[in-house]
């Protein structure tokens, strides 16, 4: 069964840091762009980092202005992993966070309203929340 799971979400503070895990069962993530995206209640669902797809160690990373300079997407694909690591968290990064595996291999510069179509395989999500 193909499928993406993710995990590592749960309750921090402000300024605190968590790691998601979206981790791929049923095919390989290496030739795949991969991405997590985010929705908070009453919101569209927007992207927050991509990871192009690797053959090795040489691959392209995209952020939301939102989130520069404070995550950072990564990819193990001898473990079939990619990880965003989420620093100086605040209370507006609070979502419900999900990985998705691109149709292609490079992450897209599309408008928002065209974006979540490039992408064919979604994890169930796992929620953030940042609260004192």
């Known amino acids: 069964q193909v499928q993406l799971v993710e995990s590592g979400g749960g309750l921090v503070q402000p300024g605190g840091s968590l790691r998601l895990s979206c981790a791929a069962s049923?095919?390989?993530?290496?030739?795949?762009?991969i991405a997590w995206f985010r929705q908070a209640p009453g919101k569209e669902r927007e992207e927050v980092s991509c990871?192009?797809?690797?053959?090795?160690?040489?691959?392209?990373?995209y952020y939301g202005a939102y989130v520069k300079g404070r995550f950072t997407i990564s990819r193990d694909n001898a473990q079939n992993i990619v990880y965003l690591h989420m620093n100086s968290l605040k209370p507006e990064d609070t979502a419900v966070y999900y990985c998705?595996?691109?149709?292609?291999?490079?992450?897209?510069?599309?408008?928002?309203?065209?974006?979540?179509?490039?992408?064919?395989?979604w994890g169930q999500g796992t929620q953030v929340t940042v609260s004192s």
């Open positions: 049923g095919f390989r993530l290496d030739a795949f762009a």
């Open positions: 990871v192009s797809g690797s053959d090795g160690s040489t691959y392209s990373t």
């Open positions: 998705a595996s691109a149709k292609g291999g490079y992450c897209l510069s599309l408008p928002p309203e065209h974006i979540l179509h490039e992408y064919d395989i």
